[in-house]
Each structure stands twice: as structure tokens, then as C-alpha cells.
């Protein structure tokens, strides 16, 4: 499969090593017309950029050289890490998002997906667990690539975790408190941040979207019930 290369400007100037490079970052472009969101990236008044983008019939450009850090991930947080960028690659799929019509991904655009992950995964030796999604890493501003994004099928190429239920598995907390304890204890344990385990707050239901949006994405309330614990309890003991 061929990678086309429109290198962007916007990138920092620091050249990082092979072994810096630990996470794929995965987002859709949120912007009206492929054409718009490809001059959005190039543009050096926007500030902003990925390494690959993939459009809707599957072809992939590479518009950032994968030693430079391109700024894609923004402020963000995941286990120990700060601010994602020097330490992952940024792909942009091309979707209108949830602001403009979110759109099912097309099967060309996943296959390339899957092509390139793979190829990337191999040569920086990224580890299963650190494919992720934008609003994974930025849970509290961002919602992409959202619930229509094939999270199952890429886990079946070792492309991110997902929550198989290959025995019976029991998981039952009535009380509301422990409950609620349990689940953000698991989360912090699978990486998510911006969050306290023991105080709750507002912004959580954005936590519980963002994971929901991964791994239970036919049940995206952004409330939790027994359903997303057991998967975020079935998760943190995978890792």
C-alpha cells in the first residue's frame, strides 16, 4: 500500500529518537470537507498538525515526519505521561465529527488504518494497550474518534485492547459509592486521568463518556451502571 507524502510546517523543532515514540493517537479531522481539514493542517497560522491522514477512500499522506513531534495530542494526560505529543504518533482520519454529521468511518479508510498501525507498531515496537483515541488522552475537551469507531475490529490486529468476555465473569457492586470508587480506581489503572478516585465531580461524566465511547459505544450515556464497571473492571486486570 502507498503512502503519499505534503509535509506540514507545523512541527517542533526538537528531532526525538525511535525509543520516544510509545503511543498512536487516533483522531477524526471534526471539519466539514477533506479539502478544509487538509489545508487546516498545513496551514501554519493553525498551529496544529498530525503525522499521517487518511482520507475516506483509504489514501494515506504523510504530513509530518514520524522523528518530529507534530501537535495533535495537545494538553493531555495518560499514566505518567504529559502533554502526549513528544511521545506519540497522530493519525487524522478524514469525518465530519460530531459538530458537522458524524459519519461511520469508511471500510478503505479502516483497512489503510490498520495497514499503517501495524507497519508503525512494528517499527517503533508500540506496545498493544498504547493505541488510543484522542478524547481517551483528553477526555474532558475531546469526543474523538467517538463511538463509531471500530475499537473491536483493530484489537483483533493487536491494535488496542478491547473487552472480550471469554469467560463468565462476575462483577456485581450494589453500593452506589463503592461502586463508583471501584470503577475510577480500574480507570486510573487502565491510564485515564483528570479525575479524583475518592471525589466526585461534574466533569466526570465526561470520563465515563470518553470510556464509554471505546468500549461501550451502543451505550454512550456518559452515567454509570453495572455494565461499564465490569468492563472497566474486566480491562484493568487484562493490563
Known sequence: MKIFTELSRNYSKKIRTKKNIKFIIIHYTGMQSEIESFKRLKDENSKVSSHYFINRKGKITQMINDNNIAWHAGKSKWKNFKNLNENSIGIE??????????????????????????????????????????????????????????????????????????????????????????????????????????????????????????????????KLDQKTAKIANFLSNKI
Not at 136 to 162: M, Q, T, V
Not at 179 to 197: D, W
Open 93 to 222: 482520519l478524514v469525518n465530519k465529527g460530531h459538530e458537522f454529521g458524524y459519519q461511520k468511518f469508511t471500510n478503505l479508510q479502516i483497512k489503510s488504518l490498520i495497514y499503517l498501525c501495524k507497519k508503525l507498531k512494528k517499527k517503533y515496537k508500540i506496545k498493544t494497550a498504547n493505541f488510543l483515541g484522542h478524547s481517551d488522552i483528553a477526555p474532558l475537551r475531546k469526543s474523538d474518534p467517538g463511538e463509531k469507531f471500530p475499537w473491536e475490529e483493530l484489537s483483533r490486529h493487536r491494535l488496542g485492547i478491547w473487552q472480550n468476555f471469554k469467560r463468565k465473569f462476575f462483577y456485581n457492586e450494589v453500593n452506589k459509592k463503592r461502586l463508583e470508587i471501584s470503577f475510577f480506581k480500574n480507570l486510573f489503572k487502565i491510564g485515564y486521568r483528570y479525575f479524583s478516585i475518592g471525589k466526585r465531580c461534574k466533569t466526570d461524566k465526561l470520563i465515563i463518556k470518553s470510556f464509554q465511547q471505546h468500549y461501550l459505544p451502543h451505550n454512550v450515556t456518559g
